[in-house]
């Protein structure tokens, strides 16, 4: 099949199912907050990321830019985990939308910038996300307030409890990946 | 051997000096925080009960911070002028934030009074404290950007190192401990940054994830994390943190002293085994400092005294022996470097034990939080970690001849030997007496006696914290009209017979 055409149907179906996502499922992710934070947020992500692994190679980012993308990276994924931010994303539609798009460019760039950056920032980032995603977790879990309105305590310890798993895979991760490159030869 | 062009050589000594100079501007600062809670303690002056804790947490953390980034430094400077090109503007990336970071510290804690302590204490910053929230905000960040730096700094040169010498497993030694032939010596420095590193990685893993729970709690006041696990990740951050200190300058140990002795001292069997041990060891021994957790379980307290006692004795015994042969009937000339490794070993030794005996269940019982406690971390590290910077600053700026003929340079090292030693043993006179440690002052103590030999302790030490001072200035004086004067001695190492 001539590259061309490979090209279009990979846009259309990356596209294709960003939308089903954001627009006619929408109102069932974001029925729960499990499905809301843990479902439709990484499902954005991972399309981003999908997109990242075939396009990634286009885009040189050199430092400092790396780094500077990175911090962009991190401090959306922790915009969208506040607690005020998911409620107003739960509440209106258009505002949920605008952080499927955040995501979509977050996976995008996270796997450009962590193929051509150098092993030490791809380490620490890896590091950092798995300990915020891990600490984010055990906050939901630990705290016996509702944090944001548009859900219930059930549903927020649910969705702690599977990020603090999540954190320890991601964890896991960082150190195969720390491991690995250390224990790869010239 | 490492082949650099004079500009990096001559980009390599910048850096060193850089360091050097900020250890020795900072260092006496954080001495005088010292001598001002002795004379707090000893009824000489009067600071109040948040002075003191807000010297007492800069201190603590400017210390512990200060020596593990000053070793680390060094080692930086040993391992990238001799055995692989490391990236000085990572380098100076690290020195940065470390700056950004102390400098945050000491906002936080002299302007904001914040005073829990080095190691925290949670939840205690959260629960009624006397400062304002902001200051414990500006140093959780602090210590997070301290943290980030760290671990940039260590990932680089593990990172390089594997490169060079072919991976991870080579630089643990194991290429030692097979039937075949090693093809490529690994420098016995190389294989013990390897071992301090890694667990310092880790353990950064378990600070990140207790700074930013604090960060948590500073946004969200009403969140309680459970306390044990806190203690746990804190505990296993700040003790692997001190003890990689120590082995980041046994690094440097193993690599210069032979060039003092002229004999070799080489990677083989008996290091790998002693120094792989270490590395599991190492990440274990913290938990003798929860034996007052009764909720701990008890297997790990059990855990805690065994992993203690396993990890005083490979990479100690094998490095004290190792230094004792390498002296032994040496014909070495006793020069201010090699007298430093030698004293600092024995204050590393004394202090290693004086842990060990804590470190001892039914012992702990009665000594835990007790002055017995800051005597022993003195000793290995005013007695230890200091006396092996001070060797490495005198082989930087020294040349052979005038390491040997410095009598200035000798007095100041004596005399800070001298008052160190004699500071330290009034720490361990007020444990054995049953002084509490971290008491502003000891006014309040009921049992009159325990008071007046506390105050009396602490009145002593200051007279010998100012001998320190001297002993200090003196021999900050000899390095730095040398760094200063004249180039950096090079530091490539002498091919023994
Ligand atoms: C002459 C030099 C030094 C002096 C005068 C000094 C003095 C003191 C004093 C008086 C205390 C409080 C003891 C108590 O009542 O609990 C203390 C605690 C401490 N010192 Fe030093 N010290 C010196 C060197 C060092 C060094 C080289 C380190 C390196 C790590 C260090 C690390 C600490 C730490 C971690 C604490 C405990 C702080 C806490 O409990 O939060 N000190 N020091």
Redesign the interface.
Same mark, same amino acid.
């Given at each position: 099949m001539p590259s061309k055409t490979i090209h279009i149907i990979f846009i259309t179906v990356i596209s294709g199912l960003a939308w089903v996502i954001s627009f006619p499922l929408n109102e069932w992710f974001s029925d729960t907050m499990p499905r809301h934070q843990l479902l439709q947020l990484p499902a954005m992500l991972l399309l981003g990321i999908l997109a990242g692994l075939r396009y990634s190679r286009l885009i040189p980012i050199r430092f400092p830019w790396d780094v500077a993308l990175l911090i962009f990276i991190m401090a959306s994924l922790v915009f969208w985990m506040l607690p005020r931010s998911i409620d107003t994303a739960v509440i209106h539609p258009a505002f949920n939308r605008l952080m499927h798009v955040t995501m979509l460019a977050a996976g995008f760039l996270t796997i450009t910038v962590l193929r051509q950056t150098i *092993?030490?920032?791809r380490? !620490?980032f890896m !590091?950092?996300v798995?300990?915020?995603v *891990?600490?984010?977790g055990? =906050?939901l879990v =630990?705290?016996n307030?509702l944090l944001c309105s548009s859900f219930n305590i059930d549903q927020q310890k649910e969705t702690g409890l599977r990020l603090l798993i999540t954190g320890m895979f991601f !964890?896991a991760g =960082?150190?195969f990946t *720390? *491991?690995s490159?250390?224990?790869?030869? =010239? | 051997m490492l082949q650099l062009s004079p500009l990096e050589i001559k980009k390599n000594r910048t850096f060193i000096k850089v360091w050097t100079i900020t250890f020795l501007i900072v260092f006496p600062l954080l001495i005088v925080l010292g001598l001002l809670m002795r004379l707090n303690q000893g009824e000489e002056i009067n600071l109040g009960m948040d002075k003191f804790y807000v010297l007492m947490t800069l201190h603590g953390l400017g210390m512990a911070g200060l020596l593990f980034s000053t070793s680390f430094a060094a080692l930086w400077y040993l391992i990238g002028t001799r055995h692989v090109k490391l990236n000085l503007g990572i380098g100076y990336l690290v020195y940065f934030l470390i700056l950004i970071g102390v400098i945050g510290l000491a906002y936080a804690t002299l302007l904001g009074k914040f005073g829990a302590g080095w190691y925290l204490l949670y939840p205690l910053p959260f629960k009624n404290a006397i400062w304002p929230a902001w200051s414990t905000g500006l140093s959780i960040v602090s210590l997070i950007i301290l943290g980030v730096a760290w671990l940039l700094g260590m990932l680089h040169v593990l990172y390089v190192l594997a490169k060079e010498y072919g991976g991870l497993t080579n630089l643990l030694g194991w290429q030692y401990l097979g039937k075949k032939e090693v093809k490529k010596e690994l420098p016995p420095i190389v294989m013990i940054t390897t071992i301090s590193l890694i667990p310092g990685v880790i353990a950064y893993l378990a600070g990140a994830v207790f700074l930013v729970m604090f960060l948590m709690q500073f946004f969200e006041p009403t969140l309680t994390f459970n306390m044990l696990l806190m203690k746990n990740l804190i505990f296993f951050f700040g003790h692997t943190l001190v003890n990689i200190t120590l082995y980041c300058c046994l690094g440097w140990v193993y690599a210069l002293l032979p060039e003092y002795t002229g004999r070799k001292w080489v990677t083989n069997k008996v290091l790998v085994y002693a120094w792989n041990a270490t590395f599991f060891f190492i990440i274990f021994a913290y938990f003798h400092h929860l034996y007052m957790d009764f909720a701990q379980p008890l297997g790990l307290q059990y855990a805690g005294q065994l992993a203690s006692y396993f990890s005083a004795v490979p990479a100690t015994a094998v490095s004290m022996f190792g230094v004792i042969t390498q002296v032994y009937h040496s014909k070495i000339k006793w020069g201010i470097v090699p007298l430093s490794f030698l004293i600092g070993v024995g204050g590393w030794a004394v202090g290693g034990f004086a842990a060990v005996i804590d470190a001892t269940i039914s012992v702990n019982l009665v000594f835990h939080n007790t002055m017995w406690v800051p005597g022993h971390f003195h000793t290995y590290m005013l007695g230890g970690v200091v006396l092996f910077i001070f060797g490495f600053f005198f082989y930087l700026s020294h040349t052979r001849e005038e390491q040997e003929k410095d009598i200035s340079g000798k007095a100041g090292f004596w005399l800070f030997v001298l008052g160190a030693h004699c500071f330290i043993a009034t720490f361990y006179t007020g444990g054995v007496n049953s002084i509490p440690r971290r008491y502003a002052d000891y006014k309040g103590i009921p049992i009159e006696s325990t008071h007046l030999i506390g105050a009396f302790l602490a009145r002593l030490a200051a007279i010998c914290i100012i001998i320190v001072i001297i002993g200090f200035l003196i021999m900050t004086f000899a390095i730095l009209v040398k760094l200063i004067r004249k180039r950096v001695a090079i530091t490539e190492p002498v091919q023994n017979s």
């Open positions: *092993f030490e920032i380490i !620490a !590091a950092m798995s300990v915020m *891990f600490v984010t055990m =906050t =630990t705290f307030i !964890a =960082t150190l *720390f *491991f490159g250390l224990g790869k030869k =010239t | -």
